[in-house]
């Protein structure tokens, strides 16, 4: 990983002729994701710079358009890449609130305190987010709420959370 530079998301698909991306991205870093920002793309060790040349923030994703990316086949090109911003150009959050980079790799474990899995993902869906936890063999899908999420403590590395009548199934070992 580069010096300061922070994932938010990744290209989910083209959008349009013109070189425009569909971007599923933690919503908390709209303020990073304007015309004239730097963005940086990457694909295993590959990286390459763009600056935004616009933006529109949609219900669940971003709609960006990258200087340099003019139509389709440009476009086409990016999907499925991760993104990540300069670390300075994300603002501080609110107490209790994290972006998505701030939670990838905890533990997620049940209010029994049963390990459900790391962190591995976050969906943004237009009623609230998921979050993936996954161990070998087992994927727990969260939704992001207050009824489920208990408590995210950064510093003891652990995401507390409650599991709802036929959320997923939670078997006894």
């Given at each position: 990983?580069g010096?300061?530079?922070?994932?938010i998301g990744?290209?989910t698909?083209?959008f349009?002729?013109?070189?425009?991306?569909?971007?599923?991205?933690?919503?908390?870093?709209?303020?990073?994701?304007?015309?004239?920002g730097?963005?940086?793309?990457?694909?295993?060790?590959?990286?390459?710079?763009f600056?935004?040349s616009?933006?529109k923030?949609?219900?669940?994703?971003?709609?960006?358009?990258f200087?340099g990316?003019?139509?389709?086949?440009?476009?086409?090109?990016l999907?499925?890449?991760?993104?990540?911003?300069r670390e300075e150009?994300l603002?501080?959050?609110?107490?209790g609130?994290?972006?998505?980079?701030?939670?990838?790799?905890?533990?997620?474990?049940?209010?029994?305190g049963?390990?459900?899995?790391?962190?591995?993902?976050?969906i943004?869906?237009?009623?609230?987010?998921?979050?993936?936890?996954?161990?070998p063999?087992?994927?727990?899908?969260i939704?992001?709420?207050?009824?489920v999420?208990?408590?995210?403590?950064?510093?003891?590395?652990?995401?507390?959370?409650?599991?709802?009548?036929?959320?997923w199934?939670?078997?006894?070992?």
């Amino acid at each position: 990983m580069g010096s300061g530079l922070l994932w938010i998301g990744a290209i989910t698909k083209p959008f349009g002729l013109r070189g425009h991306l569909k971007v599923q991205a933690d919503p908390a870093s709209v303020e990073s994701l304007k015309p004239g920002g730097r963005i940086y793309v990457r694909q295993d060790k590959e990286q390459i710079d763009f600056v935004i040349s616009e933006a529109k923030a949609r219900n669940n994703h971003f709609i960006l358009r990258f200087t340099g990316v003019e139509d389709r086949q440009g476009a086409e090109a990016l999907v499925g890449r991760a993104l990540y911003v300069r670390e300075e150009s994300l603002g501080k959050l609110p107490e209790g609130e994290y972006y998505w980079y701030q939670m990838i790799g905890l533990r997620v474990v049940s209010e029994e305190g049963r390990f459900l899995g790391c962190l591995e993902e976050v969906i943004s869906t237009p009623a609230h987010d998921v979050w993936v936890a996954r161990t070998p063999g087992k994927e727990y899908l969260i939704p992001a709420v207050a009824e489920v999420i208990l408590s995210v403590d950064q510093r003891e590395g652990e995401i507390k959370v409650r599991a709802l009548q036929g959320l997923w199934e939670v078997d006894g070992h």
